[in-house]
């Protein structure tokens, strides 16, 4: 049976086009680098904002207006969504979907019950694995919605709820495993603290460094090939979350000896709440060789909470292409919608057009992108930058052959140095030059 019967697949018709049913940018097979467009971006839709979305916030009551809204019995809508999911992925030529535990199965009594009510679930989506070509880019576990985590997961001050925690992570790991999913997620949206008055800062710390070390313990034990990710945010919805941003996140991994372990899932509204941009985040992972993949989205800068926007902003996905082809790629990552469609945009062609605006802006932020590297001027002025340490005294420097008394003396008689100009406006301009003509 059809979800989304009245709409059709979406076609790529070029940059003239008008329809906001169709792509005007994302053509999948065209060809950047040695990759296609399909392979470099390797979309997934989120199936949180997606299908469990109603556009409830602290305000408003709920405004989505869903085919599904009817169905009362919890199994048989979950198994509608999962439907909904694969239909819209494939009407998209979207190659992945991303999920948590608690979004495609409703929670039960014990943990046993739910264990059962996601296990029917489970073979449902691998009942559509078998005839599609959609797949599971990560799975995750829900480790903050329900009460019992209102302390915190894995850093929680209750053992019980530590230990609770862990066996969901177990199960999810598992259907993870089961389904084919390329890599797992852990978001710690509770682990952090509100006020350190009553937080026992470094048990918290440690414990969560366990609880990592025994998921890739259990990982290994079962056979799980997929990427580990960690997704680092800075606040919302505690004060102080332990994750902060990826600098402080590889800090944490190195401390614990759990580096080999992880890298990260850069998500770009996060990156602006910690008051960095997309494109740091994603050179802070790449150059640690740590960027996993990416939750493609963007936030209000008016509005200092995480807003999940899908991405519209140009300047902003082609300098995250730009770090995105440096790294090679995202493969076995990719880039995830964690977007939502405004409250307003309520219908369900929404949903289809909030995806398409996505996916086009990446689209032409991989073509600006790739032009940029391809032209090398980038490249060029930035090691004219730095020409200096490539001899003389800058090549001893970082050969480690100077100290500080041969710096002095090399230094001493010498007239107050001026460093290269930054061209900084320049600079700017030539990305600006490289969307204008991504366009044509």
């Known amino acids: 049976m059809s979800v989304f019967d009245k709409i059709e697949k979406i076609q790529y018709k070029g940059p003239d086009n008008k329809d906001p049913m169709a ?42 207006r869903r085919s599904w809204d009817s169905i009362k019995d919890p199994i048989a809508l979950a198994k509608l969504k999962v439907d909904a999911v694969f239909e819209l992925c494939e009407k998209l030529s979207i190659d992945f979907f991303c999920f948590h535990d608690r979004d495609i199965a409703p929670e039960g009594e014990t943990l046993r019950e739910t264990n059962k009510n996601l296990d029917e679930i489970v073979r449902h989506i691998s009942d559509h694995l078998r005839t599609s070509n959609v797949g599971i880019l990560w799975g995750t576990a829900n480790l903050f919605s329900s009460p019992r985590f209102m302390h915190g997961a894995a850093t929680s001050c209750d053992a019980d709820v530590f230990a609770y925690a862990a066996a969901q992570v177990k199960k999810a790991i598992e259907v993870t495993k089961e389904l084919g999913g390329k ?3 852990f978001w710690g949206g509770r682990e952090g603290y509100e006020t350190l008055l009553n937080t026992d800062m470094r048990l918290e710390l440690e414990n969560l460094a366990r609880f990592f070390h025994m998921a890739a313990d259990y990982a290994k034990e079962i056979g799980f090939s997929g990427q580990f990710l ?10 102080h979350q332990y994750d902060f941003d990826v600098a402080n996140a590889l800090a944490f991994l190195r401390k614990f000896g759990l580096e080999e372990n992880f890298k990260f899932n850069v998500e770009a509204n996060h990156a602006t709440l910690a008051g960095h941009t997309f494109q740091h985040e994603l050179r802070f992972a790449r150059i640690n060789d740590l960027l996993g993949s990416v939750d493609a989205n963007q936030g209000d800068p008016l509005l200092g909470w995480d ?11 082609t300098l995250g292409m730009y770090e995105i082809i440096k790294n090679g790629g995202l ?5 995830n919608f964690d977007a939502k469609v405004r409250r307003g945009s309520y219908d369900e062609r929404d949903l289809f057009i909030g995806h398409i605006a996505g996916m086009d802006t990446f689209a032409l932020g991989l073509k600006a992108a790739a032009k940029l590297i391809d032209e090398g001027t980038l490249e060029s002025l930035l090691k004219d930058r730095y020409s200096s340490y490539q001899s003389g005294v800058g090549k001893e420097i970082t050969e480690g052959i100077a100290d500080f008394r041969s710096l002095e003396e090399y230094i001493i008689d010498k007239k107050n140095p001026l460093p290269e100009p930054s061209n900084q406006e320049y600079l700017e301009r030539l990305v600006n ?8």
Do not use: C
């Not at 960690?230 to 004060?239: F, Q, S, W, Y």
């Not at 493969?331 to 880039?335: A, F, Q, T, V």
């Open 23 to 64: 792509f005007s940018f994302y053509n999948p097979e065209e060809e950047f680098m040695g990759k296609t467009m399909k392979e470099y971006l390797r979309f997934a839709v989120a199936f949180w904002h997606t299908f469990q979305g109603d556009g409830l916030d602290m305000f408003g009551k709920p405004t989505m």
């Open 183 to 185: 890599n797992y997620v």
């Open 230 to 239: 960690i997704e680092p945010k800075p606040m919302e919805p505690t004060k």
């Open 307 to 317: 807003t999940d926007q899908f991405p519209t902003d140009l300047y902003s996905t």
């Open 331 to 335: 493969n076995p990552g990719g880039l």
């Open 433 to 440: 030059w490289a969307i204008i003509s991504a366009e044509k």
